[in-house]
């Protein structure tokens, strides 16, 4: 699985449904996001990726995306610092320029939507304001 080429192994996942709770929907708001911007909302899913001691390395991400007559189920994999280390498009849905767009996210972070230029960098920074620790 991506966690475990990903994070040497992994360790334990845990799971988290509720993810757009008052604090991530303000942030959200705040950076211009307050709309979905492609994700059904309801169904995204992460899992947070423990290391064999218990502590949190990264996430991992389900989202159903959405633009145009694009439809795909994502599965995003992050650091906990935000960094983008896999998007991967299972079911081979996407058009080869939109998954080239979405491949181009690997390695970068996001902090605010003036960085962002296409819908899946907006998509990449609403994974980000999601992926807190708690």
């Known amino acids: 699985s991506l966690t475990h080429e990903l994070f040497d192994g992994g360790g334990r996942v845990s799971q988290h449904l509720d993810l757009y709770d008052e604090r991530v929907q303000a942030a959200l708001a705040q950076h211009g ?30 989202t159903y995306w959405s633009a145009g007559d694009e439809r795909a189920k994502l599965w995003w994999v992050l650091t906990v610092d935000n960094r983008i280390l896999a998007v991967e498009d299972a079911q081979r849905s996407l058009k080869s320029s939109t998954s080239n767009l979405f491949q181009k996210l690997i390695g970068r972070q996001f902090g605010k939507e003036e960085e962002c230029k296409t819908a899946c960098e907006l998509a990449a920074l609403e994974i980000t304001l999601l992926n807190t620790p708690d």
């Open 33 to 62: 996001l307050a709309e979905p911007i492609g994700f059904n909302r309801s169904q995204v899913f992460r899992r947070r990726v423990l290391d064999q001691a218990g502590v949190l390395t990264g996430s991992v991400f389900r």
